[in-house]
């Protein structure tokens, strides 16, 4: 299943369960948890099936017949033993007089009878939620195309409903807390590249941080998750902590997740011993008791300066995560944007922050981000492990104008804006080839979604092609003909991502050069053969070598975009002028000719099919909303043209308004903030294809409109008055 297909089962899922909930009289908050429970319910029945038959397979055959399956089996497998009443089969074909609600309640008990790791954190209040409802919830899991899904997209399910729940306040402000965008998520992963030893997240929510730690993990290669990191979890809330056990049980991370307060206790005991941090703690906590004995001897605090004057918990979070960090360790976090330049007993505590040498790079939020408030933020990067030659810089990022728009009131990154984050930081850390190397990205991925449009228009038009070569009675062929040229893209071959990868690795470089060395980069841009400010790729082998193969730069990929909207309006045109002379066709026809009438008959129906088909292609490829495949082309050719614009020469340099490297000595005289915004500058940002003229027209209609009322409600109050 490629990544549109998961995407439209995950939005069709989704509509389907929502609009199940609109027609009952169950909240958003209510109907949470026994939705996600359902989805881990039918999670654990598919790894079950698909456990089954590699684990029968791989047991010998004794003299008494093959060996009996045990739990042990399945857990070596990576999956649960369902017991028989827990099976999502079962349930689905329960006869419709036998009480749903308490056989769920059954099912999810049983489970946690038999693993304790899941003891109270499955949903056991069904008998709250009508039955019928729940049989037809339970068929929306039970679809073909659900039954075959592995265990990943399961995750992506589980985690698209907790992100739909939170963007429909379940729990009011709670939603804030359970989840944290994922975009956020993944420029924290991406800029600390979590691949090692013990991460924690101190206010976990739904956990999250784990699951996104994980996707970097399996992206990258090495080793499976639960070899590479062990993960400790801690969270206020009960049912918070029972989303974040359940979403690391459908991902198969093994993590220890503990309900505590984070202000009075540290129940994992992981002061200096973290190798990573990650957070989206609770912003401006008031009424924190600093009296109390454990924060006034908290080892997680500055000895001097660490228990700040002001009534918001956001100075001791920050204190936290500087603590929890081995000589090495790496924090991110979410902070609200006033901690940059907080005054007082906070900028002494962020001045002995700045002074230890390991705030590493500070990342500025625009608005809209979460789905619950609109308040911008800073994203917080620490690293007690710098390079020497960082020791004294702070790398400031300003990305309130970088976002994608998913709705008026959200939006977030895109990839190619978290790869060329990524690239910033890595520059930053002394990575040469970094910027060189997220251009390549970013070229590959702009091929390979102009290759996949290529191949959806494609198969529109044959359709269109195959209708009119069933068609006798109308002479097509200049149609035909035209359909017969099918748009043809290459994508990035294997064998040409081999040799990419062979030239960044370290075996090919000139002898006794490193990562810095300004050797190596002469050399890598020397075999490339680059010419980055025409906007050539810089590795043509990216593209498969043969007749008709072509490199496709920045240029030619933008060109790419009126090829892929033209068809719709092309394909329009020729079913226009086919429903032209079907119709003449119907009024000359001889009535007792009932076979001529019958064909016709046929040719008008596939025309309506044609015409279905046009407007799905219409809705999927034609119009602007974040997640259709040709937005998203457009987005990715942005995002490349940004980096390109940004970095022409192919190597890092501090861009007004977007980025840059301080030193410490700069920080100290802008009275220490750490406000990115302070340093960059401020660079006027386009948006290219936003109609601004159009927009102020519809801004004075409506400034009219509101000056009319106006002067009408001043009329009637005076009329009222005299």
Known sequence: MNQQQ???????????????????????????????????????????????????????????????LTKEH??????????????????????EGVGICEALNTAMRLIEEEYTDLAGILPKNYQEMDPDLLRELIRVFNKDAVKNLTGDVFGRIYEYFLMKFSMSGAGAQEGGEFF?????????????????????????????????????????GGKSVNEAIKCYGTELKSNNTKLAKMNLAIHGIEGKVIESNSFYTDPHDLVGKCDFVMANPPFNVNKVDKDKDYVKTDPRLFKDVGIPKADNGNYLWIQYFYHYLNATGRAGFVMASSATDAGNTEKAIRQKLIATGAVDCIVSVGNNFFYTRSLPCHVWFLDRGKREQNRDKILMIDARNTFRKVTTTINDYSPGQLLTFSAIMNAYRGDLLAIDKANEQLQAQAIEQAANLAEAVNGLRQQCADSIANNSALDFSAAQAELAQPLSVNKPSPEGQIRQERIWSREERPQGSGQDSEETLGWVRGSTNKQQSQFKPPHPNLLPAGEGAESLDYAACHDLVNTFENPVASLSGLLEAYKTQLDAAKKALDKKDSAAKKQLDEQGKLLRELTAAITVYQNQYGKSQVGEPLHDYKQALKDWHHLLENFPDGHYADVEGLCKIVDLAEVAENDYSLTPGRYVGYSIQVDEDFDYRKRLGEIRAELAVLNQEANNLNDLIQEIIL
């Open 6 to 68: 998961i995407k439209q089962l995950e939005t069709e899922l989704w509509a389907s369960a929502d609009n199940l909930r609109a027609n009952s009289k169950l909240t958003a908050a209510e109907y949470k948890d026994p939705v996600l429970g359902l989805i881990l319910l039918r999670y654990a029945q598919n790894r079950y099936e698909q456990a089954k038959i590699t684990i029968e397979a791989s047991l010998p055959v004794t003299p008494r017949g093959k060996v009996k």
């Open 74 to 95: 399945f857990l070596a497998a990576g999956a649960m033993l369902v017991p028989e009443l827990s099976q999502y089969d079962y349930l689905a074909n329960l006869p």
């Open 180 to 220: 944290t965008p994922p975009s956020l998520v993944q420029l924290i992963v991406n800029l600390i590249q979590p691949d090692h030893g013990i991460i924690h997240d101190p206010a976990c929510g739904s956990g999250g941080m784990f699951v996104q730690t994980g996707h970097f993990i399996e992206e990258h």
